[in-house]
């Protein structure tokens, strides 16, 4: 074992802290990585004040993960020393069941391994994240980063770019498509870069008029104003998908009536308190569905690093020092971020 030093949550009610843990020495298939940039995900929060329930403190967030291999055991085959690499959601999974063999570890039907708060298979403890100077993975989850690319711009994509690609890419969005994306906060804008690139027509659904100009900066071909019932009624049958980011209850009808005959729309926000039932004659009269998807697998994941890589395509965001984490905590709360704020961990001071 070795020291390692990061942020902690040591209660719900208590902000993060500086913390001192210990990694594990690399195995024969482990790629030691130093951490540059960890990108701050709404479920860093959710997790560290114990929102969702079944968090063990303490507690150290963080799965947007960018950073450089500094070690790799006597196996590892896919990365050497000073390779540019990125983990994401997971760490491990259990790899014998039908999800796994079919490259879908988000859907470990034993549950996969998180990034942090997962059970460790390793010290029999709980996994800690990305807000710290290192971690050890096995080189199976380990991703290949792009060298030319800005580094902590693609950190949020380990998160939010697969959320958001993975089920545009699962429903077959592309050229002739047109694609609706709700929400215009990490995930959302997010989804309007990635379905553009897909070659999609982009339709931006948000409640704020002051995010019009930016959403088209991003590359939404058209932006409406969802609180205004002429705007949204203007748009009835008219998508072949969408994509609600939203995590807080809200009316799905709403957006279900937007949707051509056959069109889906895929939830990928996780509020904490149910939507209102839907309307079942909105799905039987256009044979309509309504679905979720959850982040990606590790084969799926590198394919949308590559993807990003090619169209140039990284996150927006701000980046803060370590010891800013709580006040952006509490902002983010506000959405006052555009769009992900991610951590300099050459900011991390050891104590």
């Not at 203007?234 to 799905?252: E, G, K, R, Y």
Request: charged share 20%.
């Amino acid at each position: 074992m070795s020291k390692a030093v990061g942020y902690a949550a040591k209660a719900a009610d208590q902000e993060l802290e500086y913390f001192e843990f210990e990694r594990r020495e690399p195995t024969a298939d482990d790629v030691e990585i130093e951490i540059l940039y960890c990108g701050v995900c709404h479920s860093d929060l959710h997790q560290a004040r114990n929102e969702w329930g079944g968090t063990v403190f303490p507690c150290v967030p963080g799965h947007e993960i960018v950073g450089r291999v500094t070690a790799v055991g006597s196996k590892v085959s896919k990365f050497k020393v000073g390779d540019h690499v990125g983990v994401g959601c997971m760490v491990d999974s259990c790899r014998t069941c039908h999800s796994c063999s079919e490259g879908h570890e988000q859907y470990c039907e034993n549950g996969f391994v998180g990034t942090y708060n997962g059970a460790d298979k390793h010290s029999g403890g709980v996994t800690f994240g990305g807000y710290s100077n290192r971690i050890v993975v096995t080189q199976d989850f380990v991703l290949k980063v792009a060298q030319d690319q800005d580094l902590a711009g693609v950190a949020p994509l380990l998160c939010a770019g697969i959320t958001t690609y993975s089920p545009l890419r699962h429903w077959g969005v592309g050229p002739g498509h047109k694609v609706g994306v709700v929400g215009l906060g990490g995930l959302g804008h997010m989804a309007v870069k990635i379905a553009k690139a897909m070659g999609a027509e982009v339709t931006l659904f948000t409640h704020s008029p002051s995010k019009v100009e930016d959403a088209k900066r991003l590359g939404a071909d058209q932006v409406v104003i969802s609180s205004d019932p002429e705007q949204m009624k203007a748009c009835n049958n008219s998508l072949d998908f969408i994509i609600n980011t939203v995590a807080a209850p809200h009316q799905l009808d709403d957006y279900m009536t937007l949707l051509r005959l056959n069109g889906t729309m895929t939830l990928v926000g996780l509020p904490s308190e149910p939507h209102p039932t839907p309307n079942i004659g909105n799905f039987i009269f256009k044979r309509r569905s309504l679905a979720g998807s959850l982040i990606g697998g590790i084969a799926e994941t590198q394919e949308m690093l590559d993807f990003c890589a090619q169209h140039n395509i990284t996150a927006d965001i701000e980046l803060i020092a370590m010891d800013e984490i709580n006040d952006a905590f509490e902002r983010m709360l506000q959405s006052d971020v555009k769009y992900r704020f991610v951590i300099d961990m050459a900011t991390l001071a050891v104590n």
